[in-house]
């Protein structure tokens, strides 16, 4: 246990005939201290609570009665992304052309304002259902930038897909017409 001695060696004599007291030296013993200390470490580390994992709230679909009515859009209400490399946005509005002349460029800054456009002009909010396609040259960074365009303009239809060939291709190709190199 904590001890603290102080002992002087007697009374308060002065004089020729007294003998001085031996002084000893003042000694604490702080092991008891030592083990508080480890004890209320350990209880705030046990009951202080770690941070919460953020994550991104995903609406999931509700169930239809046929599977094969569970994925359809109507065409008026579908906008694609397409995602390529160097921060490069793409989309098209219903189903994409044969000719490509619906395949249109834009950038991030842009596309907020074309998924607000697309917004307005569907009738029904239902209606309006957004596809996201990564390209395998778009980085991470910007699959998270799309979905956070998602929930800033409170998409809530929406689906990450995997790209088609033609739609590589055509990805591709405005790329190389825009100067920005498709090889690594």
């Known amino acids: 246990m904590a001890e603290m001695d102080t002992s002087s060696g007697g009374g308060h004599k002065k004089g020729p005939g007294v003998k001085k007291g ?5 000694r604490v013993d702080l092991t ?16 202080t609570t770690m941070s919460q994992a953020t994550a991104m709230k995903l609406i999931l679909p ?12 109507k ?11 160097d921060n ?23 596309i907020r304002e074309v998924l607000i456009n697309k917004k307005s002009s569907v009738k029904e909010l239902k209606d309006f259902v957004v596809i996201l396609k990564p390209s395998e040259e778009c980085t991470y960074r910007n699959v998270v930038d799309i979905l956070d365009e998602m929930a800033i303009n409170v998409c809530t239809r929406y689906a990450l897909v995997d790209i088609t060939s033609i739609e590589t291709q055509l990805v591709k190709k405005t790329e190389e017409m825009a100067g920005t190199p498709t090889g690594q």
């Open 88 to 110: 490069n946005v793409f989309y098209y509005e219903g189903e994409l052309a044969i000719d490509a002349s619906n395949f249109k460029t834009s950038t991030f800054k842009d």
């Open 75 to 85: 065409q008026s209400g579908v906008i694609t992304i397409l995602l390529g490399r």
């Open 32 to 47: 008891p201290m030592v083990d508080l200390g480890f004890l209320l470490i350990t209880f705030f580390i046990f009951t």
């Open 62 to 73: 509700k169930d239809a009665d046929k599977p094969e009515d569970q994925n359809k859009a």
């Open 22 to 26: 031996k002084k000893l030296s003042t």
